[in-house]
């Protein structure tokens, strides 16, 4: 068989399968049951992104308030209300998949389904956009505006939205650089990015979300379909041969590089032979080098609560007061856990293998915080490089007091000569004292710490602090093996119902003394223009 008979036999296929499931739209519209999948659909794999209750699963991008759920429905009403957050993003990303759902406009409306989206930078154009509007009586050709277009660049084919308020049964397609709309049983567009010098370097994977630009819009029935994916569950080790690799048991799940050295392990559950005495465990452990060398210390001798990366404060305050560090001096420990709801491994390849974690911050069984941490590593030389970005979103008003130290913290091992250094060379201030924050060092690019083995072998880590995580300075004790940046130390720090913290971290863990020029490198490259 011919290449191009293949390619529109996969065509004729993708089509028969969305028109299938457009057909299951009708039928679900006339027997009135939104928000349910149907036989059809749950062999096909489909998921429900909404379960017709609440926004769970949902973030708005933004300051909360534009996005409801009533009687069933999700209510996108920006009406008036510039500051609102302007469109509502899945908790995860998605790179080739089919999404169906029904929307329905109001007089005038203008909307729009954003897929493989960044939650930074102009969404429509970083990302795309398909573009929703009330066409009302148009005829003629559309245009890059109007509804079916991937906006502002690929119109669609034909008019064929329903009057506004009425149902509208809507399915996209993903898959590699193909984009293909589906509307109302009809073909609207079908575009390969590679085609179009604007989309030709957009992102392949990133969020779905849905658009309040004017007018109240409605959605229900969202339910989605991963392409080409593995349940997690079942995936013991993703990449091919000569791939960084993944691989999870009940405890953690480890990545490990090319040639079949550990990268780093994320720990979910405490270990049955743990010393850790912090209720919390969630961590990076162990993070390597290149050549094998563990770096990090997960419940050490001096300090039992202390564990590989993580992320906490000792002293939160919402409904209640919270020490997720584990310290319990200022407020209590008991009841107070990060519990791991969901990790998925993502793509792995000869390059690069990344992690999707999902915690929850939990006191007395009620959550305070949902976390959402992307982890992405990749090989740079003689470094293993770690971009870490946490995605903290407050379900109630939160206060982090005051402290000189807490959220993201590297405990080191704490054997071998320690040394600091920050771009000038090696640091010779003073320790800071764990309850003053004036005595913390100074914002820097980075500082890395270098473990000597008695001249036998030498390694080390260098944590880079993004510009834009909040103002930080640094809790960095030679005595207790940790870096920190820690952005309560200057003053409390408020976390508002709703409104997403985003930290981003860069670990480097080398071989051999500190790579400086390689760490100016990485992090020009990193922070951005």
């Not at 020490?323 to 856990?337: C, H, N, S, V």
């Not at 960095?476 to 920190?484: D, F």
Request: hydrophobic share 35%.
């Amino acid at each position: 068989m011919c290449a191009n008979q293949t390619i529109r036999d996969v065509g004729k296929v993708a089509s028969l399968v969305l028109l299938g499931g457009l057909a299951a739209d009708a039928r679900r519209a006339v027997a009135g049951t939104a928000n349910v999948l149907t036989a059809e659909e749950q062999a096909a794999g489909f998921v429900l992104l909404f379960n017709g209750r609440d926004l769970s699963g949902w973030t708005p991008n933004g300051k909360p308030g534009s996005f409801m759920v009533r009687d069933g429905v999700i209510v996108a009403d920006r009406t008036g209300r510039s500051d609102l957050a302007y469109w509502l993003s899945t908790d995860r990303q998605y790179g080739d998949f089919e999404l169906r759902l029904q929307y329905k406009l109001s007089p005038g409306g203008n909307s729009g389904i954003f897929i493989r989206a960044p939650h930074e930078g102009r969404t429509s154009r970083m990302g795309m956009e398909i573009q929703l509007r009330d066409d009302g009586m148009r005829t003629g050709s559309p245009g890059v505006g109007d509804t079916g277009a991937i906006y502002r660049v690929v119109a669609a084919k034909a008019y064929v939205s329903r009057p506004a308020g009425q149902w509208n049964d809507l399915a996209i397609l993903c898959e590699a650089d193909r984009v293909r709309v589906t509307l109302n049983g009809q073909l609207i567009n079908d575009a390969r990015m590679t085609e179009y010098p604007e989309l030709a370097a957009r992102p392949r994977r990133g969020y779905i979300g849905l658009s309040a630009h004017t007018r109240p819009t409605e959605f229900r029935t969202i339910r989605l379909r991963e392409i080409g994916s593995t349940p997690p569950a079942d995936r013991a080790a993703s990449g091919p041969a000569g791939s960084f690799g993944i691989e999870r048991d009940p405890d953690r799940v480890l990545l490990r590089g090319p040639d079949g050295r550990p990268v780093l392990g994320y720990v979910i559950a405490k270990p049955a032979d743990s010393r850790l005495t912090a209720a919390s465990t969630c961590c990076l452990h162990p993070i390597c080098t290149p050549l094998g060398e563990n770096l990090t210390a997960f419940a050490p001798e001096d300090h039992r609560h202390h564990r590989g990366g993580f992320l906490a404060w000792y002293a939160m305050e919402g409904h209640t007061k919270a020490d997720f560090w584990g310290w319990g001096q200022f407020a209590p420990t008991a009841g107070r856990i990060i519990e791991n709801r969901l990790i998925e491994p993502g793509p792995a390849d000869p390059h690069r293998a990344s992690l999707r974690v999902h915690n929850d911050w939990m006191t007395d069984g009620r959550r305070m915080i949902r976390e959402h941490l992307e982890v992405a590593a990749s090989r740079r030389g003689p470094a293993n490089v770690i971009d870490l970005t946490y995605r903290l979103i407050p379900e109630e008003d939160v206060r982090i007091e005051r402290s000189a130290f807490g959220g993201f913290c590297v405990r080191f091992r704490n054997d071998g000569k320690y040394r600091v250094s920050d771009p000038d060379g090696e640091v010779r201030l003073e320790d800071p004292h764990y309850l003053k924050p004036e005595t913390n060092w100074p914002p820097r690019d980075w500082y890395a710490c270098s473990i000597d083995l008695g001249g036998t072998r030498q390694f080390g880590m260098a944590l880079m602090n993004h510009p834009s995580n909040p103002p930080s300075t640094w809790h960095n004790p030679r005595t207790v093996w940790m870096l920190n940046p820690c952005i309560a130390a200057s003053g409390p720090v408020a976390l508002r119902k709703g409104e997403p913290l985003v930290l981003r971290y860069r670990l480097v863990a080398y071989d051999g003394a500190t790579p400086r020029d390689l760490l100016r490198s990485l992090w020009d490259q990193w922070r951005g223009p």
